[in-house]
């Protein structure tokens, strides 16, 4: 068992929010926008992919026209055409 789940287990069992396991939440808004929440920083930024720390796993936003909207200390906007989210 890998450390990123037996943290999500505790979690889950304690009944604490996914964020208090360092849990990163991803929502994409139709095909034209993604919300990054709890993010631990930008890895990678480009038109066609942009990465993104979330502690235990990398956020892969893949697509065309790619852009960063807004960025703070915890949350991330994407907007442009969006064709997948991967998580490493």
Do not use: C, N, W
Not at 17 to 38: F, I, N
Not at 76 to 86: C, F, Q, T, W, Y
Request: hydrophobic fraction near 45%; glycine fraction near 10%.
């Amino acid at each position: 068992m890998k450390f990123r789940d037996t943290v999500a287990d505790l979690a889950e069992r304690m009944d604490l929010p996914p964020e208090a396991a360092g849990a990163v939440r991803v929502t994409v808004l139709g095909r034209r926008r993604a919300v990054v929440e709890y993010h631990r920083g930008l890895l990678g930024y480009s038109e066609e992919a942009v990465e993104v720390s979330g502690g235990l796993v990398r956020v892969r936003i893949l697509g065309s026209g790619l852009q960063l909207r807004a960025m703070d200390r915890e949350t991330l906007i994407v907007s442009g055409r969006i064709a997948a989210v991967e998580y490493e």
